[in-house]
C-alpha cells in the first residue's frame, strides 16, 4: 500500500463533524449492515488509493460512532478508525463477501460492513 492510499493522508474529519453529520443523515445504517458494490471492492482489491479515499470517506462516520461507542475518548476513537482502515485495506484480499450486485450471493455472503466491524472490534 502507497503512502497515498493510507486513510491518514485523507483529510480528516474533526470529531466533532463525524458525530454531528451522523446525527444530521437521520436514519443511520449499523456498520454491520453497510456494503460495497461490485465496481468498489474490485478497485479495493487492486490497491486502488481513489476506491480506498472513496470507500474511507463512505464508511468513515460508521467507523467512527462505532469506535466511539467502544472506546468513549474521541482521539482513541479516531486512532481506532484509522488503525481498522489501515488494516482493512492491506488486508481486502481476505475479504470473500458478495457484493451489492450479487443478491443471492449476498444472504450468503460477508458484508463488508460486518468485516470491517470486526476489525474495528479487534483493534477495541
Known amino acids: 500500500m502507497t503512502d497515498q492510499a493510507n486513510p ?6 474533526k470529531p466533532e463533524d463525524l458525530q454531528s453529520q ?3 443523515a437521520g436514519t443511520r445504517m449499523r456498520l454491520a449492515d453497510m456494503r460495497l458494490d461490485e465496481l468498489s471492492l474490485a478497485r479495493l482489491q487492486r490497491f486502488d488509493a481513489s476506491a ?7 464508511f468513515e462516520h460508521a467507523v467512527y460512532n462505532f469506535c466511539f461507542r467502544l472506546l468513549g475518548q474521541q482521539s482513541d476513537a479516531l486512532d481506532a478508525l484509522q488503525d481498522s482502515f489501515v488494516q482493512a485495506f492491506s488486508r481486502i484480499n481476505e475479504f470473500h463477501g458478495a457484493p451489492v450486485a450479487a ?3 449476498a444472504a450468503n455472503g460477508e458484508r463488508f460492513g460486518a468485516w470491517l466491524r470486526g476489525i474495528c472490534l479487534h483493534r477495541c
Open 8 to 13: 491518514a493522508n485523507a483529510p480528516a474529519a
Open 103 to 105: 443478491p443471492a450471493a
Open 52 to 58: 480506498q479515499t472513496q470507500v474511507f470517506r463512505s
Open 22 to 24: 451522523s446525527a444530521a
